[in-house]
């Protein structure tokens, strides 16, 4: 069962099997060559045309797999998404970072990459931990980001976590406002997850350093502001959400996020014991049953 560990019951162990059991007969179903392993070959249809990506190779006429991973499709181009591997960059991404590093004219962040970003301060909003895109790849492979509208800034008031990139799809929409909650999620296709509480836009995101000692005291107060106890246990209640999607393996996206969320109020389930194996288990059947009903619905 993808190599959990987490403490069973027999009966626990054997809900979740066969929740893992719909689920992989389910993918089978929509997509029969899904998971491959290396030297598996990739059934293509060579009367069209199609372009080889990451993962795969020509050999003895059929298009084969070279890592272990997922096949995927994107218009003629099919490559295999390997899993478990370091974030991998690609133009327009979004991501968030730590800064690392701190120099006159940028500054560099750690995003879960080979080597740090590289940020130029004449290309950002605001200082310290960022959110930004990625703006291209330097002769030396290193990226260079941009944060180049009011979406991108510091965060505070939240929750970081780190999963794996590869959980984390891209989509058109990585910034959502989860306005039931008042809560800010922010899904980094470096694997970076923020939650945090909800911050409005404001229309001049650029700060100056050089005047940043300068704050007003009410602006400093402001800043530092506490955080209620609801906000803080709203935060942790979708923090140990995303924790337990990780865990399972599911693809991470605002929606389950939601729906793993909901499930553990309507139970009453505690934020701690969202971490307890029984919750795993109540998650995995609930997505089975997704994906089952999708299924239907689509026939």
């Given at each position: ?13 054997i ?19 899904a ?13 069209d ?22 096949v ?47 940020l ?6 605001m200082p ?23 979406k ?6 939240g ?15 990585h ?22 509480e ?52 599911f693809?991470?996206?605002a ?16 934020i ?20 089952s ?7």
């Amino acid at each position: 069962m993808r190599g959990l560990q987490l403490p069973l019951s027999q009966t626990q162990r054997i809900r979740l099997q066969r929740a893992f059991e719909k689920l992989q007969s389910l993918s089978s179903k929509a997509n029969s060559d899904a998971s491959v392993t290396v030297a598996d070959t990739i059934p293509v249809n060579y009367e069209d045309t199609f372009l080889k990506g990451h993962g795969t190779m020509d050999l003895n006429g059929e298009l084969v797999a070279t890592v272990c991973g997922v096949v995927e499709r994107v218009n003629k181009l099919v490559y295999v998404r390997a899993l478990r591997a370091r974030y991998k960059p690609e133009v327009g991404d979004i991501v968030i970072g730590r800064v690392v590093e701190v120099a006159q004219k940028r500054w560099r962040l750690e995003i879960n990459f080979s080597q740090d970003a590289v940020l130029m301060l004449s290309s950002m909003n605001m200082p310290d931990g960022i959110q930004a895109e990625v703006r291209n790849f330097q002769h030396d492979g290193s990226l260079q980001l941009q944060a180049r509208n009011q979406k991108y800034g510091k965060l505070e008031k939240g929750q970081l976590l780190i999963i794996d990139p590869y959980l984390v799809k891209k989509s058109k929409q990585h910034f959502h406002h989860l306005e039931q909650f008042g809560v800010d999620l922010i899904l980094g296709r470096n694997g970076f997850i923020w939650i945090g509480e909800h911050v409005e836009a404001r229309d001049s995101m650029v700060v100056d350093q050089a005047n940043s000692s300068e704050q007003s005291p009410v602006l400093e107060e402001s800043n530092q502001a506490y955080t209620p106890l609801e906000m803080r246990q709203t935060i942790c209640r979708i923090a140990n959400a995303v924790r337990v999607l990780s865990t399972l393996g599911f693809n991470v996206d605002a929606d389950l996020i939601m729906e793993t969320v909901e499930l553990s109020t309507s139970l009453t389930i505690d934020i701690h014991d969202m971490l307890g194996s029984e919750f795993h288990v109540l998650v995995a059947e609930m997505e089975a049953e997704r994906r089952s009903l999708t299924t239907k619905r689509k026939r």
